[in-house]
């Protein structure tokens, strides 16, 4: 077989095989914020995570795994200086992001762009001019597969609630239902009114209300003196009080989700408040009762 297919091969091989571990391992479901991240279980997280900067596909793609197959063919003597210290960069950064960044796909993904060009620079000191438009169309076509398959079976689960855009019209029977959760607090809740938001940053674009800004999976709250935590140190009753008393607030708004973060938050919610409006997107407008 030609050394091209080969590559080829072992890419494709590669790829599906960690695309089947990471997609048919059981989900974890008592961490819920490891779940979210797609982090759970022992293979999730050495794949999507510890070693996510070679094997996320749903990320990276195809490309870091491309590179290591390459490598495994280039003579290292002859390689400019430039490819090798690209090489050692990505090991350094890559070994950083493993300890103290792997969590989040953002950071990870900040390598994408230097393994896509020593991608390049490999496959030139390996194939020549016509092996190489058949590596990078080939590569193309793979890499269009995983990304179809990521859009099936992960993307469009988690967010086609979000797809669909046709109101839906309140009757007696749903009167809780709204389209859309900010143009009802514009249109009906009073400028005077306060609200605690659960990590919705974009209330603040839609909206011109008051609201503190509140993260339940850390219990933390944003003001002008720093960060405090809501929850800790206090029982339920005390809670509440302080967030009558202290932050004068009346609503909550949250997203389904972002409650599962915190138990206890979201027990707060449905023994003191109740749910106002909700939206086709997942998110949940809480009145103080």
Request: glycine letters at 4%; one cysteine or more; charged letters at 15%.
């Amino acid at each position: 077989m030609n050394r091209l297919y080969k590559y080829l091969l072992c890419v494709f091989i590669l790829s599906v095989s960690i695309g089947s571990l990471v997609y048919f391992f059981p989900h974890n479901m008592s961490d819920y914020d490891a779940y979210n991240r797609n982090l759970d279980g022992t293979v999730r997280h050495l794949l999507n995570g510890r070693l996510g900067y070679f094997f996320n596909l749903k990320y990276i793609g195809i490309s870091a795994i491309a590179c290591l197959i390459l490598l495994t063919q280039i003579n290292f003597k002859t390689i400019s200086r430039s490819t090798l210290f690209s090489l050692v960069l990505i090991l350094l950064v890559g070994v950083f992001l493993s300890f103290y960044a792997y969590i989040n796909y953002r950071y990870i993904s900040t390598l994408l762009p230097l393994m896509i060009g020593l991608m390049i620079t490999l496959s030139s000191n390996l194939l020549n001019n016509k092996e190489q438009k058949t590596w990078f169309n080939s590569l193309l076509l793979i890499q269009i597969i995983i990304f179809a398959l990521v859009i099936s079976f992960s993307f469009y689960p988690k967010y086609k609630s979000r797809l669909v855009n046709t109101a839906v019209i309140s009757s007696p029977k749903n009167l809780v239902q709204c389209p859309n959760i900010y143009h009802f607090i514009n249109d009906s809740i009073g400028r005077e009114c306060k609200f605690l938001i659960n990590n919705l940053p974009e209330f603040y674009v839609h909206t011109k209300h008051y609201g503190v800004f509140y993260w339940s999976g850390d219990d933390e709250y944003f003001n002008n003196k720093g960060t405090f935590n809501l929850l800790k140190n206090k029982s339920n009753e005390q809670v509440m009080r302080y967030i009558k008393d202290s932050l004068n607030l009346k609503f909550v708004l949250t997203n389904q989700q972002l409650t599962p973060y915190s138990n206890r938050f979201n027990l707060i919610l449905k023994d003191y408040f109740k749910l106002r409006k909700k939206d086709q997107l997942g998110n949940e407008l809480y009145e103080l009762l």
